[in-house]
């Protein structure tokens, strides 16, 4: 017998520090599973009216499943953290989008009425596991042309972006980027990121040390000390360190309930899931993707873009950001609705964990701003996808 459509909220969602990807990072000695393990143990102890026996699944995105991210995360990180026993787990991989991925895929399980408490989120170490470490691509790809060799670079793939549209030049990337890591600066000195960011005791060549700040924040950059920096992707390009995100290590999760939980436990979630979708576009420029999803999620749930107060973008290069905006005609890339907090071009991006870490400014917003209805997550993906989820305020 069919069961009604359940309302899906989020409770709760925090992240670690995210770090520089190299040896001397925060977590240059630290397992990946023990960052989600952090994350899980804070989800339950920060909600103490959710028995952990209650919890239906333990669902956990991270792109390269080997060693410290291997062997099930979803399973091992409930033991590893304690949950009981009786709680599964099990993981995904959608690249960047692979712990907004989890998310969804939790949404969807208590939607359809088979959980009412979920886990999910996701992880990436790229100091441990480098983008693409272990791949072997199928040699079909270039030698039928199945797509273009610069889709296999990310970096490439946003080159190919500015040569699409020439008019998003390298100046305007710079702006936005400069812009983002001056919001970024506004936040944390705020205070917004205060009951988001996890402290994490971690071991280092100096010894122990907390990893409570993220590594990647650059506000002092200007455009003009950005004009310096090299071109790695192609001579004569316009895609920089600075225009980009960086490579970094670092978890974040969510705990997902139903209404009925919500209703029965006397929770105060913090936003309402509304919808999701995922599209794909060519895989030489996989920034594109979030324009489609958009588009899509939309349109499923009847939608129209100026219903969104805010606009959670994940920024894996500015110029993907340029593009989407003009492609939904906002106010350049000063639109208040747009990653008003900052973005992943100053707190950096951890691949899969950067689901996690959008929902989480999204949360914040609607907690700072009432008034606000709706509002979106959204990411591009390697290979040429795009992910997008709804979600309303539950203030």
Known sequence: MAKQQQEVYLVDACRTAFGKARPDGFFGLTRADDMVVKIIRSLVHRNPDVDPALIDDNIWGATTQNGDQGLTLGRTSAILAGLPASVPGYSVDRMCAGGMTAINAGVAT???GMADAIIAGGVEHMGHHPMGQGADPNPRFISEKLVDPSALNMGMTAENIHDMYPE??????????????????????????????????????????????????????????????????RKGGRVTAGNSSGLNDGAAGALLCSGKLVKKLGLEPKMKATGFAYAGVAPEVMGLGPIPATEKVL??????????????????????????IDAFKMEGYKDKRLNQLGGAIAFGHPLA????????HLAKLFELHPEAKYGITTLCVGLGMGAATIWENAK
């Open 110 to 112: 208590i939607a359809m």
């Open 168 to 233: 998003l030049t390298r100046k305007m990337a710079d702006e936005y980027a400069v812009y983002c890591q001056q919001k970024a600066k506004a936040a944390l000195d705020a205070g917004h990121f205060d009951d988001i960011l996890i402290p994490m005791t971690v071991w280092s060549s100096e010894g122990w040390k907390v990893a409570d700040t993220d590594e990647q924040p650059r506000p002092e950059a200007t455009v003009e000390s950005m004009k310096g920096l090299r071109l790695p992707f």
């Open 299 to 324: 349109k499923r749930t009847g939608l129209k873009f100026d219903d969104l107060d805010f606009i959670e973008l994940n920024e894996a290069f500015a110029v993907q950001c340029l593009a989407y």
């Open 353 to 360: 964990s950067s689901g996690g870490r959008l929902v989480a």
